[in-house]
């Protein structure tokens, strides 16, 4: 498919609100499968240096 200007690619020929949807949904459903698991590594590391220091304070 061509377009004839940059304005014609960002209206995907009268369908943009789908295609950019779909492309906005499908980015943050991947920016979430990355940010999660990170984010729970960090908790469970911050959890685990707390039960360590409480353990070894005794």
Known sequence: ???ASFGD???MGH????VWTA???CL???AINVAVPVLA???YLQE???RLRRENGK
């Open 1 to 3: 498919m061509s377009f």
């Open 9 to 11: 690619f960002l209206a």
């Open 15 to 18: 369908h943009a609100l789908y």
């Open 23 to 25: 492309y906005g949904i």
């Open 28 to 30: 943050s459903v991947l």
């Open 41 to 43: 590594r960090r908790r």
């Open 48 to 50: 685990e240096a707390r």
